[in-house]
């Protein structure tokens, strides 16, 4: 039995690209959708939530934030512009309403305004941050007190 080339897979994991990028999203749906499920509701989303998720990968779950209350809005920043494509695809009726946007870029220079979001989800990323003191000091930042 030949092996995968976890070199390929690692970096793929860290920022997905091309079509292989494309079926890494889809797999790290299916292989995180309890831990997304949780994490969605600790988060406690309710009326004027303004959640900002970091490494959102595809998309898959922005629903399941928007869904918690009509006047939630949404920002998903992800390193991998084949997963900001994707989610823009799989969100564009998101959207279209205004309640969800898609950036890329990397963690530790967040481009908002200090005290921004009510809400702040990352998933499976820390260890791809190559400062996390720096990713940190950012989140805090942007996060309401």
């Known amino acids: ?6 070199k390929l897979v690692a970096e793929q994991l860290r920022k997905p690209s091309g079509d292989f990028g494309k079926v ?4 790290m749906n299916e292989s995180n959708a309890f831990m ?3 994490a969605i509701d600790c988060l406690d989303i309710s009326a004027n939530d303004y959640v900002l998720e970091l490494g959102m990968g595809n998309g898959k779950f922005v ?7 009509e006047s939630v809005k949404y920002i998903g920043r992800d390193f991998s512009d084949v997963m900001i494509a994707e989610a823009k695809k799989i969100n564009a009726a998101w959207m279209e309403k205004g309640r969800a946007k898609f950036y890329e870029g990397i963690t530790d220079t967040l481009s908002w305004d200090t ?6 989800l990352t998933l499976n990323t ?7 003191e720096i ?9 309401k007190d």
Not at 1 to 6: A, T
Not at 24 to 27: A, Q
Not at 135 to 143: A, F, N, T
Request: charged share 30%; aromatic share 12%.
């Open 115 to 120: 005290q921004t979001f009510s809400k702040i």
């Open 1 to 6: 039995m030949e092996l995968p080339d976890f």
């Open 36 to 38: 997304n499920k949780v």
């Open 126 to 132: 820390i260890y791809f941050w190559q400062k996390p």
């Open 63 to 69: 629903g399941d934030i928007l869904n918690k209350h």
């Open 24 to 27: 890494i999203g889809e797999n």
């Open 135 to 143: 990713e940190l000091r950012e989140i805090k930042r942007v996060l």
